[in-house]
Structures are given as structure tokens and as C-alpha cells.
């Protein structure tokens, strides 16, 4: 029987999310644990959180604090023990400056940042293998795209096919995606990945952490354009469309026709503008996506889309509320919807009830046709924003569920800090 609280959200959204549990297990608040006492993340830079299993059990959670300082905590699963470390300092207070986190095959972790619009994307790496205590010198990235806009949103990815290539995405100084390529010889030159002149494409990028990279993106900000959402993906030296077409070389400039389309904000069935949230990879090895459109300003809605080897299974989930932002010039902030890397089926999301945002984990066993939810955070009296799960982090339990929690003013002014699950 579906619960009169889910009636209330109408017969149209109930008819494309298909069975619902009824009565969700609700989560105390005691059983959260804190990570950083203030601390906030955009959803534009990732990994925002990695585990690694195997010997060192370790996950390992970066987040810029309201001093401008970059932080990174590390969890044993063994022990249940805490370690924090400061990476940086003096950096502008601003959620887009959070770091990136990659974990090297030696077990040495790597941290990516830049400010916002920032002069240099600057990196450190871990001294000893699976330990946040000491850092190496800092490092800055020597390439990027010509313009003004600096570098923004590091998202590292290492393809072991290609040596362990390391291919680094951000929003380059065209305002564009750029990726560059270190390797042996140093970094390769940077080079834009999608070309919208005049506009900012938002880039979410994933891996099958073999040979392929994936690519879910828009063709501009919300705010300025009426944005679709498209994808593609890369495998040995060349771009390709959802169905396997070629679209050419990596490193020539795609516009946003030539990809796969996802989300078409002019199509018939469209439900206003969207913003890409979140990338995974199917256990069938097809790109899994979800995302936030918007009928209004105040209305926001989260929607899930995988390819079938087809086409796109595209549904609604769920209304979502309106903007957490206090900023009325950032209305399409929502509270957030991830992807579990480890286990596509299940997502993370933040959602009005009640008037306050909540934390939810969904689960499907029907490839989307069907979703049953756990409430992890209820009669809440803040917020709890953008949750996360650590990329390669199985299960429920311990940092399976990481997320903000407390006021957003704006960006540059948040008053959140960082909780996850016991």
C-alpha cells in the first residue's frame, strides 16, 4: 500500500517511480558521526571521497572548511579511528575550491585543488602509502586552456589500460572542460573536451577503472541557458556516442550535438531546465546518470537515466524542493543526487520534507523500474545537503553516507560541517 505522504506528491510522479516502500527505515540522528566541524563541497569536483580496500581499509574525505583551508580525513574501518590533515590554507572561503581525491596504486593519495576562477590548480601527494599525516611539496598543474577563468573543479581519473595514465578534467580558462594527461613524460598539453562558446558546460566524469571514461554534461549553466544534458564516453584514443559511433579523437573539441542526448529541455516531455548531478557505470557496463530539471525556480525534480544498449530509460524520481541556497541568484542548487560507484543501484539523495532538507538512500533491484528507500536523517532541524558515498565503498554501513549538514547562506558563505554514518 503506498502511504498517503507518498499520494501527496501526485499521481504523475507516482506512475514513473513505480513502487515505493511505504513506511522507509528511518536512521536516529545519534547513529552520525562528525568529520569535520565545518566543511562544504560542490558537487563539480570528485571524488569528493574514496575507499580502498584490501589491506588498508581506509577511506579517505576531502572538504574545503569556512577558514579557506583543505582538509582531508581518513577513516580505518579496522581500527574506527579518525585522522584529519590540513593541506592547505589561505585559499578563498568558497565551495568550489574543494579537493579531489585520487589513490595511486602504491596506496599514496594524491589531492587536487584550485580556487574558483583560481590561478593555478595545485596538488600534493601523500608521503606514505595510506597515511593523511605528511605531504609531499606542493605542485601546480603547468597547462590550461587560453582565457580568463582560471581553473575550477579537478576530477583526477587513472586509466590502468594506459599505464596508469592520469587524465585530469576541469573548467579550464575558456570557462570550458579541459583535460590534460600526465604521464611519465610529464603533463601533455590541455586540451577542451567540450566546446560551447560563450557558455559553461558542467562536466561529470566516471570510470570502469580499466579503459573507459565516461562523460555526462550540459551545454551551459541553468541560469543562463535553457540546458539538456548529454553524454559520451572515451576508450583508446577516441570519443564515442551511447550506441558506439565514433565521434573522433580525444582532445578535439565536441560540441554538444555530436554526443548522445539525454535530457532534451526543448522536447515535448521536457520538465524546464537541467543540471547533471551525478555518473556511475552499470554493473552491464553502461552509463548510469542522474539529475535535477526544473518546471520552476521553486520546483525542483530529480530524474534517473541508464543506457539499455538501445536507447535511454529516463524517469522522474522524486520532487526534491527548492533551492538550498539563502542566495536568490543561485536558484537551481539542489540538495543533491549521487550515485553509489560500487553499487549503481542504489543512489543518495536530499529532499524537502517537512520543510527541511533530508538524506535518503534509495534502492533498486529492477534496473530503475522500481525503488525502495531508506530515510537516513528525519525531524531534522537543519539542513542536510549533498551527500555523498566514497567512490569504491560497498554496503551501509561506516562513511556509506556522507553529506553536509547545517545553514547555506551561498557558496561563499556556508555554515555547514561535514557528518557521515556510524
Known sequence: ?????????????????????????????????????????????????????GEHRRTYVGFIDRYGQVKVVQYDHRTDRLAAATVARGLPVDDHSNPSILVQPDHRIVVFWSGHNGPAMYYRRSVAPADVSAWGPLRTVPVNTPGDHGYTYPNPVALPAEADALYLFWRGGNFNPTFAVHTGDGWSPARTLVSVPGQRPYLKVASNHRDTLHFAFTDGHPRNVNTSIYYMYYRDGHLHRADGAVIGPIGAPVVPAQASLVYDAAGAAASGRAWIHDLAVGRDGHPVLGYATFPTECDHRYRYARW????????????????????????????????????????????????????ERWRTADLGQTWHR?????????????PVTPRGLTGTGSFSAIWMTGRYPAYTDFRTRIVTLR
Open 1 to 53: 500500500m503506498i502511504s498517503r505522504r507518498r499520494l501527496l506528491l501526485g499521481s504523475a510522479t507516482l506512475a514513473v517511480i513505480g513502487a515505493v516502500s511505504s513506511a522507509p527505515r528511518k536512521i536516529p540522528p545519534a547513529a552520525t558521526r562528525p568529520v569535520g566541524a565545518s566543511g562544504a563541497w560542490c558537487w563539480f569536483g570528485d571524488p569528493r571521497a574514496v575507499h580502498v580496500a
Open 308 to 359: 539499455t544498449g538501445d536507447g535511454w530509460f529516463d524517469r522522474e524520481l522524486t520532487p526534491a524542493g527548492g533551492a538550498i541556497s539563502e542566495d536568490p541568484t543561485e536558484p537551481h542548487y539542489s540538495g543533491g543526487i549521487t550515485i553509489s560507484s560500487a553499487d549503481p543501484d542504489t543512489l543518495l539523495l536530499s529532499r524537502r520534507i517537512d520543510g527541511v532538507h533530508e538524506i
Open 374 to 386: 531508506d530515510q537516513l536523517t528525519w525531524h531534522s532541524t537543519e539542513p542536510n545537503l549533498r
